[in-house]
């Protein structure tokens, strides 16, 4: 991942950072890059973005929108530490925050898991930068898209992609496993039309195919 | 103070105005007073199904824009005096009104009536948002379909987020030779997947057409399964510790009688 870039999820949400320091046309075509690169995951996303102490100005931060809409992302609100930067967030129409004077270190990927516990409707989605553990029901029409892997203590019937920042160790796993389709990284499956499967199963990539075993073969 | 319900769906064509209708009519046959608002503006049609088209003078976009009061807009049933319709309009569309000014006529309504009954509009819009603004309760109308239950899950999420509670469900056009045979989902297998509380369950009926073409509601007719079915839901709405209604197989049936003919044959 470029180091001018970073993306966090808490159950807040997404938060994207960017480099504070580096030039604006060379931050906005990594970000450009990046989004990109990672499509699977951001599409239809709503995050904050971090600018840190860098002073943008509204145009600036136009062009940045218009970037990041390409990339089907929305921006929620603009954290920054620069008054005027801030200012331009507003000015945009966007909610503006200062940044705590210490702020906390971005933590990697593999330390965040979120857990949520309820049943995931029907256009419904969630996402998550680390690994997903839902306690409840994924319903056909419903959407979970991780960073890392993801495990469902229920009945996975909706869409599902692990590994969406590609990462293809990332495995799914669930109480029955019939989702409308699966993807990890860059893959896609589709689930096979077969009677309805009562026993836990999991998903992984093995040679490049996404392949589905019953829970017993899982071996580390 | 009186229960304000939504009646919702989502997909469109379910069931959602036969539901207010005959919900409203079987409550006020109780002895409770009802009032059925018909909230999708533009597409009016609760006036027709309950044949009271031809009395409308003010609508509710009259009343919330101040030209008319509502118990002006207010038009009585022809048979039951405790059931009142407060008609959508036809010449606007949902932007006439919004969540606020819902909230505030739901409000004046619970004050005069036992139940205040809406209608929502199909969809997840502005429209189904201003019809369960002011809801105290939610029922979800869905038919036995993939389609319409895909679209009833979408709605329990947004009538969730918007924190009404859980919502109830009554599961329309039942047909209960298709479901024995294991070609319609069964009542089961909807409240897999919805798991929500079930209020009732209504059977395919061609006394609904009938119904529905006269302006009469179907639970006069105590001869119409369905509306034997309304009368159940109305029950339970009310309180009443009652079952959720059995649908006889109608094919079972036959059988049955055809098997004791034979019997008596030999």
Known sequence: ?220 | MGRVITVTSGKGGVGKTTTTANLGTALAMRGARVAVVDADIGLRNLDVVMGLENRIVYDLVDVVEGRARLRQALIKDKRLPELCLLPAAQTRDKDAVNAQQMIDLTNQLRHDFDFVLIDSPAGIESGFRNAIAGADEVIIVTTPEVSAVRDADRIVGLVEAAEKGPPSLVINRIKPRLVSRGEMLSVEDVLELLAISLLGIVPEDETIVIATNRGEAAVYDTNSLAGRAYINIAQRLAGEDVPVMAIPDQQGMLERLLGLFGRRRT
């Open chain 1, 1 to 220: 991942m470029s180091d001018l870039i970073t993306i966090k999820g808490s159950r807040d949400g997404l938060r994207l950072r960017l480099d504070a320091n580096a030039a604006w046309p060379e931050l906005l075509s990594r970000l450009d890059h990046h989004l990109g690169e990672r499509r699977g995951f951001f599409h239809g996303a709503s995050l904050v973005i971090d600018l840190g102490e860098r002073e943008v100005s509204p145009a600036q931060l136009d062009e940045m929108l218009a970037l990041i809409r390409q990339h089907g992302v929305q921006a929620t609100a603009i954290d920054s530490s620069e008054r005027a930067t801030r200012a331009a967030a507003r000015a945009v129409g966007l909610a503006a925050r200062p940044l705590p004077r210490y702020p906390e270190p971005m933590p990697t990927v593999e330390a965040e898991a979120l857990m949520v516990m309820r049943t995931l409707r029907s256009g419904q989605v969630l996402r998550h930068t680390g690994h997903i553990t839902l306690i409840g029901d994924v319903n056909p029409g419903a959407e979970v898209i991780a960073g890392g892997s993801v495990v469902v203590w229920g009945r996975l019937r909706g869409l599902v992609h692990a590994g969406a920042l590609g990462d293809q160790s990332a495995i799914i796993c669930a109480l029955e496993l019939t989702p409308t389709q699966l993807r990890i990284a860059d893959l896609i499956a589709r689930a096979p039309d077969r009677d309805k499967v009562s026993r836990p199963e999991f998903a992984r990539v093995v040679a490049g195919e996404i392949v589905v075993d019953g829970w017993e073969s899982f071996k580390r």
